[in-house]
């Protein structure tokens, strides 16, 4: 009995792209060969910790939609325990209901458009047009460098006395 399972995992920031991929290859190879299937791989790339982990503030997110039977499940939660550039996992069931909408909204998109070819004349669309205002960066606030100095850091780390 398959169910759908979503997989993510942080990888240690001194990975490169090539051990990243291989890793994701060595799940998708064990969901296969046990009769599941990756739906999707979406790699997050580097982000910020909201705590350390192992000493650092920075991993490499993954997150990878799959269908797998309960036994292919714990294989890799295994392999990904046993991985030495793997942080943190977690292995989810994901809700039927969203799996079934997701599903039926890729069903039902509409095929995608032609490519647009070089130097063939694109329509443009006004701002008025769109609904959007023409000026959109002007929405976001700017901190200037000599602000920058005075915003406090996201973690105020305290000193520990021995």
């Known amino acids: 009995m398959t ?6 995992f942080i990888l240690t920031p001194e990975v490169n792209e090539e051990q ?16 599941g299937q990756v739906v999707r791989v979406n790699p997050w790339g580097r982000r910020r910790l909201s705590y350390p982990i ?3 503030r920075d991993g490499i997110y993954v997150f990878v939609d799959m269908i797998l039977t309960p036994e292919t499940v714990k294989e890799i939660d295994r392999t990904l ?8 996992h977690l292995i989810k069931l994901r809700d039927h209901q969203t799996v ?18 070089e130097g063939e004349p ?13 000026d959109v ?11 920058d ?12 006395e021995a």
């Open 100 to 117: 079934v909408k997701e599903r039926e909204a890729k069903a039902n998109a509409p095929a995608q458009a032609e490519p647009v070819v």
């Open 149 to 160: 100095e005075f915003v406090p850091p996201a973690i105020e780390e305290e000193a520990v």
């Open 81 to 88: 325990k046993v991985s030495e550039e793997v942080m943190r």
């Open 54 to 56: 192992q000493h650092h």
């Open 122 to 134: 694109t329509e443009e669309i006004s701002a008025e047009e769109t609904g959007l205002s023409a």
């Open 20 to 35: 990243t991929r291989a890793l994701v290859e060595r799940v998708e190879q064990i969901a296969t060969t046990n009769g």
């Open 3 to 8: 169910r759908d399972y979503e997989l993510g």
């Open 137 to 147: 960066e002007s929405d976001v606030p700017v901190i200037s460098a000599d602000e």
